[in-house]
């Protein structure tokens, strides 16, 4: 039984980027392996939200994540800020991290060219408290979408370095890791790019979101000029939209939107309205699901209080032989 951690930052709903990227992974590896998925409240810092706003966040992508189908039976769900031993691992680790290597991070210097304005240290060491929240359980396996796998990249670094500087094997090498084979980048509805919650709000598909609004936005994505010759390449806002449509509709239906492309018969406003229909076929029961769990106060409360308790224990373990072996009395 392999070690799998993973969350997902507390920064709104979920999209389907973060569905496809990661959540479809927790689902199905909650079955096999031993799991702990978490709600990145600390790692929501680094934009400043104000206390209701993180709160509120928090808690819905906890009922999302149930609502999804995670298991708190079979996983360990828990707050990322509710075990406090993530925080105290992530300061040991910031002295094994050097600056040039964060400041290389490709998602940093996107942060620092975004908002320069906001350039703050918990930013330059996001990948240390990412690599904390994985080497904290002595995860292996960590499921996440392709833009992540640099981050993981460096959480492979870091526990390495340590292994090595104290001559010992307190970590395992964690791998970033898609269930049915490679990572995944789900493709935003502007022409360009990936599915983001900061990339704007039309180019993103929230779970919970109104059918209507997810109709529109599908309908006002990007798309060319249309095909002028038989099997002319696939452009960028295209493929995307085929993207989506192998996410939640038919393989035949794909196939045949995809052939006529190929023979120039397809027209734009067919292909939308059929992604929109199969969209919403994915989302509707999703929705209800989503309403229910986050009327239920009291499985949130419950939910959150048993993943904190399994988390610490294991949370606790790895701590102790990490201050052994660095020399702590
Ligand atoms: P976050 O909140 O940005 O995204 C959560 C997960 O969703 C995936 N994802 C996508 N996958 C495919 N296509 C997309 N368009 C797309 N957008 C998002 C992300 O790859 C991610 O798996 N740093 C992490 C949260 C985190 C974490 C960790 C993850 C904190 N500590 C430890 C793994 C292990 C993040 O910002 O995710």
Same mark, same amino acid.
């Given at each position: ?10 920064t ?34 680094t934009t400043h939200p104000? !206390?209701?706003?993180?709160?509120? $966040?928090?808690? +819905?992508?906890?009922? *999302? ?10 996983? /360990?769900?828990?707050?990322? %800020?509710?075990?406090?031993? /993530? ?18 991070? =490709?998602s940093f210097k996107d942060k620092v060219r975004k908002h320069p304005e906001n350039v703050n240290?918990g930013l330059l /060491?996001y ?31 870091? #526990? $390495? ?6 001559? =010992? ?10 269930? %049915?084979? &490679? ?8 022409? +360009? ?5 900061s990339?704007?709000? @039309? $180019? &993103? ?17 990007? =798309?060319?000029?249309?095909?002028? *010759? ?5 452009? *960028? ?5 085929? +993207? ?6 038919? !393989? ?6 995809? %052939?006529?492309? &190929?023979?120039? %018969? ?18 509707? !029961? ?17 939910? @959150? ?5 399994? &988390?610490?224990?294991? #949370?606790?373990?790895?701590? /102790? ?9």
């Open positions: 039984m392999s070690i799998v951690v993973s969350g997902i930052r507390a709104g709903q979920l999209h389907i980027g973060n569905y496809f990227g990661a959540v479809a992974n927790f689902l199905r590896m909650q079955e096999q392996d031993q799991c702990y998925f978490f709600i990145a409240d600390y790692h929501a810092l104000d !206390p209701a706003a993180l709160k509120a $966040n928090s808690r +819905t992508v906890l009922a *999302e994540y149930l609502a999804c189908g995670l298991d708190p039976e079979k996983v /360990t769900l828990y707050y990322q %800020s509710d075990v406090p031993e /993530t925080s105290e691992l992530y300061m040991l680790l910031n002295m094994q991290a050097y600056v040039g290597e964060l400041e290389r991070c =490709t240290a /060491t990948p240390v408290l990412m690599a904390a929240d994985i080497l904290l359980h002595k995860g292996q396996f960590v499921p996440v979408g392709k833009d992540q796998e640099q981050h993981l990249e460096m959480a492979r670094n870091f #526990a $390495n370095r340590f292994n090595h500087f104290y001559q =010992t094997e307190t970590f395992p090498e964690p791998y970033a890791y898609n269930f %049915s084979g &490679a990572l995944v980048k789900v493709p935003g509805l502007d022409g +360009t790019g990936k599915m983001g919650k990339e704007g709000a @039309a $180019n &993103a598909i929230y779970l919970n979101e109104d059918p209507a609004a997810v109709k529109k936005k599908i309908m006002r994505a990007v =798309t060319d000029s249309g095909p002028t *010759e038989p099997n002319s390449p696939v452009s *960028e806002p295209i493929a995307n939209i085929f +993207t989506l449509m192998g996410l939640v509709s038919q !393989p035949e239906t794909l196939q045949h939107f995809q %052939s006529a492309y &190929a023979d120039c %018969s397809i027209r734009y406003g067919d292909l939308k309205k059929q992604l929109a229909a199969d969209m919403e076929q994915f989302l509707g !029961p999703l929705r209800e699901r989503i309403k229910e769990f986050s009327a239920n106060q009291a499985l949130l409360d419950k939910t @959150a209080l048993m993943g904190a308790e399994k &988390a610490r224990e294991s #949370a606790r373990k790895t701590l /102790t032989e990490v201050r052994q072996v660095m020399g702590f009395r």
